[in-house]
């Protein structure tokens, strides 16, 4: 089939999709395709659409009209039962890390292998400490995912959506709530998984620095349209607000606005809270 | 004008959720006969919503069988017939009061809990991450909750009897004097296997589908976030302790059971 998007190869990519969530759109007539083996980071602000677009190719969500293509199939008018086979090719990392809380982290990443292939329990045990040694983490196969850190979590998670070897990977949010350093190693790990397993990765994210050391390809998701570009167009953009979403002193501005348009907050106020 | 209008919609709003009601149960029953069997899962809900409702279902048996002592007691005195207290409490248990209340403790335990877990797991996207491995939610978590629920209440229910009829004999025997082989041997007398116990497990069942049917889909459709889990929770305990006295009468006026 013609990948919706434009582009035949781009594993993939969307054709003129609009997605609503009852009278509220979020994708209006959005096309867009996501070239194979690099890193695409989604930008854009609170509600603009980015963990929409992951889940519109996850099929998590149905489109209410235009085309997906997901590594070569049009997956828009799918059931779920055929979702399952393109799922099959995709991995995905969710904010919250969507570890079965009910199982330790062994179990949470022997889990699909358990369930899609009929390796023995020791070739299971070896793959699934390698991928937590591949995200540096070890000594946490009895833990349940309760029991670790935010970024442990992340970790975990995205070891778990890396073990079936997909050939896309989707992460939302992968540096939401964690602190700088952890921020840098996820990043890292992000950037070592695409470059030495060539999967094609798809990150949402509102983290400007990251954003710029590790994409190939920006797409800015704004009200009314989506930008795309390699991080260095978009941050040297002819339109300063364009521009302006790269800078990273936009939010030290932005607060300085928001603090001189709010009214000030008052004893009496407090005290009527 | 606004009341007919609103009462429409509610009307719409019934019609609508029994026929998902309906296309959930068609699913898990479909999901039941897709491999691989959930075996490991039947049997840790078996556990959870069986093994783990023990305490409650002797001690509330108990209890009952030992009020329907007394007052079978104190009301057969009076028409000097206390010698067929056991077949008042037997019958009343084995009929009616078994069945009935083991549902509404079941669903007080082990339904609002089975909807709350499942909602938590819409909640944090554990359910879309099942999705994503390529394993329908409802084959693994849903199935074997649905069906552990119909496994276990007619044990349930028969333990909760049990208890009653020995809360029966304590009361009735050992505290108000009623002989014993009297309090046997009406029991047995008054007791009719094919009808009477048969139509209790038989609402055992029932109830069992639809504890299980209520809880699943509240859990499986709830809102994604802490409120809509409590209202999942919530509306579970309500619908199906209603479904279960409705179904309760029905089942009685239909089989006479």
């Not at chain 2, 009935?100 to 944090?124: N, P, Y």
Request: hydrophobic share 50%; charged share 15%; proline share 4%.
């Amino acid at each position: 089939m013609n990948s919706p998007g434009g582009q035949d190869d781009a594993p993939v990519a969307f054709s003129d999709v609009t997605m609503a969530f009852g009278s509220r759109v979020v994708l209006r007539g959005f096309s867009c395709a996501f070239p194979c083996a690099k890193i695409s980071v989604i930008l854009g602000g609170s509600g603009s659409g980015k963990t929409t677009v992951l889940r519109l190719i996850a099929g998590l969500v149905r489109p209410q009209s235009g085309r997906i293509g997901v590594a070569g199939s049009d997956i828009t008018a799918m059931t779920d039962v055929e979702l399952n086979g393109v799922r099959r090719k995709l991995g995905m990392m969710f904010q919250g890390g969507a570890l079965l809380d009910s199982l330790t982290v062994f179990d949470n990443l022997a889990f699909p292998l358990h369930e899609h292939t009929r390796l023995s329990a020791a070739q299971i045990a070896d793959e699934v400490h390698a991928q937590l040694n591949a995200v540096g983490l070890s000594g946490v196969d009895d833990l349940l995912p309760g029991q670790l850190s935010g970024g442990m979590v992340k970790r975990a998670a995205l070891a778990r959506a890396i073990i079936m070897k997909p050939e896309i990977l989707l992460c939302d949010e992968p540096f939401s709530g964690l602190d700088p350093i952890s921020v840098k190693r996820i990043e890292a790990l992000l950037r070592r998984i695409n470059r030495t397993l060539g999967i094609t990765m798809l990150v949402s994210s509102h983290h400007i620095p990251s954003t710029m050391r590790m994409a190939d390809r920006v797409v800015l998701l704004l009200r009314e349209r989506a930008l795309t570009g390699t991080p260095t167009e978009l941050q040297h953009h002819s339109d300063p607000h364009i521009a302006g979403f790269f800078d990273e002193r936009v939010d030290e501005r932005l607060a300085d606005s928001e603090e001189t348009e709010m009214p000030p907050v008052t004893q009496s106020g407090w005290a009527g809270a | 004008m606004t009341f007919i209008q609103d009462l429409g919609w509610a009307a719409i709003r019934f019609v609508d959720h029994l026929g998902k009601l309906a296309g959930f149960a068609g699913q898990i029953v479909r999901a039941a006969v897709t491999p691989p069997a959930r075996v490991q899962q039947f049997v840790d809900e078996v556990f959870k919503l069986g093994v783990l409702s023990l305490v409650i279902i002797c001690v509330c048996g108990l209890a009952v069988g030992m009020v329907l002592g007394l007052q079978g007691y104190n009301t057969l005195v009076r028409f000097g017939a206390e010698q067929s207290l056991g077949a008042v409490v037997g019958l009343s248990l084995i009929r009616e009061l078994g069945p009935v209340l083991t549902a509404l403790l079941t669903t007080g335990r082990a339904g609002s809990a089975t909807a709350a877990e499942i909602g938590t797991m819409v909640a944090t996207e554990q359910l879309d991450g099942l999705r994503m491995m390529s394993v329908n939610p409802i084959h693994l978590v849903a199935m074997p909750k649905a069906f552990a629920m119909v496994f276990v209440m007619p044990l349930l229910s028969t333990l909760f009897i049990l208890c009653g009829l020995a809360g029966g004999y304590i009361a009735g025997v050992d505290i108000m004097g009623v002989d014993g082989g009297n309090y046997i041997s009406s029991l047995q007398s008054a007791v009719v296997f094919s009808d009477d116990v048969a139509g209790s497990l038989l609402k055992a069942v029932v109830f069992g589908v639809l504890v299980g049917l209520i809880a699943t889909y509240r859990g499986y459709t709830c809102a994604p976030t802490s409120a809509g889990v409590s209202a999942a929770t919530t509306s579970t305990v309500v619908v199906a302790s209603v479904s279960i006295l409705i179904f309760d009468y029905v089942i009685t006026a239909l089989w006479g059971v």
